[in-house]
């Protein structure tokens, strides 16, 4: 049984930084990717970033590059987003999430290729 733990949400102000970490435990099968999501109120989720655990390829929405950076930890099984230059619209509960097995490049910030989530860290960007 794999368990995802989100951390490190928050109120912050535009142009302003978070860094959300999100620990895994259980068997993760090989060639995994796991992924941060968000839903904003009223709105559909979103993939936002994605990393695929064995070589570290790192996958963005387009609303996020150059903002957001995925990164990893594989010896303590965590996975982080550092979150600069914040917005109003990045407002959201934000979601790590595990793929389990392969998934298609092109897949990889599909909600629908995630198979396991954690409960969600809420981020407020806010003046």
């Known amino acids: 049984q794999v368990q995802l733990v989100e951390s490190g949400g928050g109120s912050v102000q535009p142009g302003g930084s978070l860094r959300l970490t999100c620990k895994y435990s259980?068997?993760?099968?090989?060639?995994?990717?796991m992924g941060w999501f968000r839903q904003a109120p009223g709105k559909e989720r979103e993939g936002v970033a994605a990393v695929h655990i064995e070589n570290g390829r790192t996958y963005y929405a387009d609303s996020v590059k150059g903002r957001f950076t995925i990164s990893q930890d594989k010896v303590d099984n965590t996975v982080y987003l550092q979150m600069n230059s914040l917005e109003p619209e990045d407002t959201a509960m934000y979601y790590c999430a595990l793929a389990p097995g392969y998934t298609p490049i092109d897949a990889r910030l599909s909600e629908d290729q995630y198979r396991n989530w954690g409960q969600g860290t809420q981020v407020t960007v806010s003046s």
């Open positions: 259980g068997v993760i099968i090989s060639m995994s990717c």
